[in-house]
């Protein structure tokens, strides 16, 4: 070995470790230029910064140069040289989510500056900032960041992945799916997550496996979380979060064996299996099936979508994810907020809503010489939800599909209206959220 290669090495890791901070420093100091967050929430994003990052950050160049005088001083022992070289390589393989993090939080200024987004990400903060308060009573303290691809797991930063350069209406639903492996960290879903695995465990990850006891736990773990987190966006955002996934995301050939995550065919399982749960639910309070034809209409698409392509793998056990699923749901509704569920009737929130903002939409539509115009929506209250906008949204474009980007337009333009509104009252941390 040549302790002059690993020295090399060491300055060129120590040289890009100092300018994750120097892009930390860039990105905190870009975003105190940002008008339309608070001050409050930008320290606290900030302070969030310093303690993940920055520290971690911090503490690799230290151990790398401790590593540097060690082998200065002992190069010629090949056991401590050894050990230098495992020690450097460890601090490599833990700087590339930092560097990785940098790059997304870098990449979001340029987005955002240039507005090439077209405020999409804006309205995705916000809607991450509702869904966080709905649930547990915080706020979440990160941003919307592109990336190639959504996460799988929680990141350092807590930042949301959004697929680039996926910049719609339509997709940002999906993100709270990730919000989804931020919440199941809570300390509230500790016991119910090593329940959930040991269970898994004991019936096996899907139909292609056996119960294994000598699993290795995080291959487990990446399937509960996979389930877990469908299934509590379904559970916040109602049908949005299943019209977004099964029409834009889903592949029903997928498979994902390698990796140990559900199956594509699994996922649109637990969505609609969770939507006919909270129909259930409002069916016990009283309230005459509201998703009832949502789920006939995401099951018809679906099962047209198998029947396509006839994959002949992707059998699933529906009596184990069921019982998942069922679990989640009880242990949501036990460990959050009432609002953090999906209404199906609410004076200013909820299906109820959605569906009015709809046929507002609607009836615009079926009126001639529309092409060009502009939906208005009129009913529009300071507690107004986004989460209702995106069901509207869906809601008219599977019902009139020749009318999609007028249908987008409305969506942003009823979305900005709303967080203007809540900007304007003094709202724009979500504090009305807590009402």
């Known amino acids: 070995m040549n302790d002059a290669v690993l020295c090399a090495r060491i300055d060129a890791l120590k040289h890009n470790l100092e300018g994750a901070l120097q892009c930390q420093n860039l990105f905190k100091e870009d975003m105190s230029k940002n008008i339309y967050q608070h001050i409050s929430w930008k320290i606290m994003l900030f302070a969030l910064l310093d303690g993940t990052i920055g520290v971690e950050a911090t503490k690799y160049i ?86 190639h691809q959504e996460s799988k797991e929680k990141t350092k930063t807590s930042i949301i992945r959004h697929r680039f350069p996926d910049w ?40 292609y496996q056996k119960g294994d006891q000598n699993m290795p736990r995080w291959k487990v773990e990446n399937y509960f979380r996979a389930i877990f987190s469908d299934a509590f966006a379904t559970y916040f955002m109602g049908p949005a979060y299943a019209f977004s996934t099964i029409f834009q995301r889903l592949n029903p050939c997928s498979c994902n064996l390698e990796d140990y995550h559900p199956t594509d065919k699994e996922r649109a399982y637990v969505i609609i299996f969770m939507l006919k749960m ?47 699923v069922n679990d989640i749901c009880i242990q949501l509704g036990n460990a959050l907020r009432t609002p953090a569920r999906y209404p199906s009737t609410g004076e200013f929130d909820g299906w109820g809503i959605a569906q009015n903002w709809y046929i507002e939409w609607e009836k615009q539509l079926r009126k001639d010489g529309m092409s060009g115009k502009i939906l208005i929506t009129n009913k529009v209250y300071p507690n107004s939800k986004l989460r209702d906008v995106f069901n509207a949204a869906w809601l008219c474009r599977v019902n009139n599909p020749e009318y999609v980007k007028i249908i987008a337009d409305a969506a942003m333009q009823l979305s900005e209206k709303i967080i203007n509104q809540q900007e304007h009252f003094g709202q724009n941390l979500g504090q009305s959220e807590l009402e």
């Not at 495992?86 to 507005?115: D, H, M, P, V």
């Not at 960290?185 to 090593?194: G, P, R, S, V």
């Not at 695995?197 to 004991?202: D, F, H, S, V, W």
């Open 62 to 147: 230290s151990e790398l140069k401790n590593i540097h005088e060690t082998i200065s001083k002992h190069g010629s022992d090949n056991i401590i040289l050894c050990q230098a070289w495992a020690n450097y390589y460890n601090i490599y393989n833990n700087s590339q989510k930092i560097f990785l993090e940098c790059l997304e939080l870098i990449g979001s200024i340029a987005i955002r500056n240039y507005r090439l987004d077209s405020n999409i990400y804006k309205i995705a903060d916000e809607l991450i900032k509702n869904c966080s308060l709905n649930c547990t009573g915080d706020l979440w303290y990160s941003i919307v960041v592109p990336a």
């Open 278 to 324: 909270l129909n259930k639910e409002e069916i016990k309070n009283g309230i005459n099936s509201p998703y009832e034809k949502i789920i006939e209409t995401l099951e018809e698409k679906w099962n047209s979508f198998i029947n396509e392509v006839d994959p002949q793998e992707g059998f699933y056990r529906e009596d184990v994810l069921n019982k998942i």
């Open 168 to 207: 719609s209406i339509w997709s940002i639903p999906i993100l709270v799916r990730e919000f989804g492996n931020i919440l199941l960290d809570h300390k509230k879903f500790e016991t119910f997550f090593n329940e959930e695995i040991e269970y898994i465990t004991r019936m096996g990850k899907s139909a």
